[in-house]
């Protein structure tokens, strides 16, 4: 699988009446777009063949599915006004776009210097990212949103999966409800798991459907954690950021975990 077939693949995929795919060449991205109302989606080939290779056909499926799903809602109008419950905290990394494709900025927050916060009304399957816009046209209170939203996350369950490798504990929160990374938020389980971490207690998120906890207690554990992130951060739907964080006192420090070999030829 190649740039040219991946292209073609997705074309045949999502080519149906009242849809415009256009194919530009410098970026080597396919654009899906409604033709009437103009909004759309840029699908970048490189990553997504580089997924193919890991994952095969799934990793297809799971775009097409994405891109649908995102079609289906796009230019419609979603009040958010009464469906206070549907609004969460979603994650993504500080170089996602800061604003619609219309030019209108998101409704964000500052995070940590590789995260940032965006707000979602969920829809079911698929959400709509809030922007500044709707929170004006509405008339809501921008502090009450983020109340809310979080509120709403600490709400989602914290189940919990647990690996041992080499004398490390790492937990893994993979429910796929959209919101996974989203539980970093949740300050009050992140205190709580700090409380029966025994060595260093080291969070990743690297893409938008799962959140790992290591508990840390040799080097090899880092170069353990290292590989497991970044083994997600390039499979994952929306990649978040490879780098993990250190949790220490509530607050979040992101890491580079510099591989054990890596550090041995650098002393050499």
Known sequence: MDEKKMRRALEERLKQPGRLL?????TETVRVENEETGKGMDIALSPLVAKWHERKDKALDEVVYYVEEALKVMGKDQEVAGQEKKIYPVIRSTSFPKETGDGVPFFTDDHTAETRIYYALDLGKTYRLLDEQII??????????????RFNVRSLPVKLKKDTLRGNDFYFLNTNDGYDASR???EKFLQEKAETIEGDMIVAVPHQDVLIIGDIRNSTG???LAELTMSFFTTGKVPITALSFTYEDGKLEPIFILAHDQKKKEKE
């Open 222 to 224: 880092y170069d353990i």
């Open 22 to 26: 256009k194919y530009d060449r410098e």
């Open 184 to 186: 970093i938020l949740n």
């Open 136 to 149: 004006e046209k509405e008339g809501l209170d921008p502090q009450k949103v983020r109340e809310i939203a």
